[in-house]
């Protein structure tokens, strides 16, 4: 059964990192585009940051720039991201998507395939 599952999120100090995982059920996704978004309470979904598997191209949101780390581990078949300096404004639930087409990166149109979301909770 092909699927993506989250990991990860928690509850966590503006100030302090989180590092998400998402396993990937196959290999076929590594020729995938493979991106996090983020959905807020009341909120829509919002793109967050991607990478190309196969050359480890990385897309980012401006509002990430900086803080977030998006990476892939070809042997645990697994892409990560790492956020730092995390805010209360970050609190979401954070997605793992992958896009086979590679087209149109930045839209959570063009991913086929979702993960079942991580809670990320910042408390001031």
């Known amino acids: 059964q092909v699927q993506l599952v989250e990991s990860g999120g928690g509850l966590v100090q503006a100030g302090g990192s989180l590092r998400l995982s998402c396993a990937a059920s196959e290999r076929t996704f590594r020729s995938y585009v493979m991106g996090w978004f983020r959905q807020a309470p009341g909120k829509e979904r919002e793109f967050v940051a991607a990478i190309i598997w196969s050359s480890g191209y990385t897309y980012y949101e401006d509002f990430v720039k900086g803080r977030f780390t998006i990476s892939r581990d070809n042997a645990k078949n697994t892409v990560h991201l790492q956020i730092n300096t995390l805010r209360p404004k970050d609190t979401a639930v954070y997605y793992c998507?992958?896009?086979?087409?590679?087209?149109?990166?930045?839209?959570?149109?063009?991913?086929?395939?979702w993960g079942q979301g991580t809670q990320v909770i910042v408390s001031s």
């Open positions: 998507a992958a896009n086979p087409s590679g087209r149109s990166v930045y839209a959570a149109a063009a991913y086929d395939y």
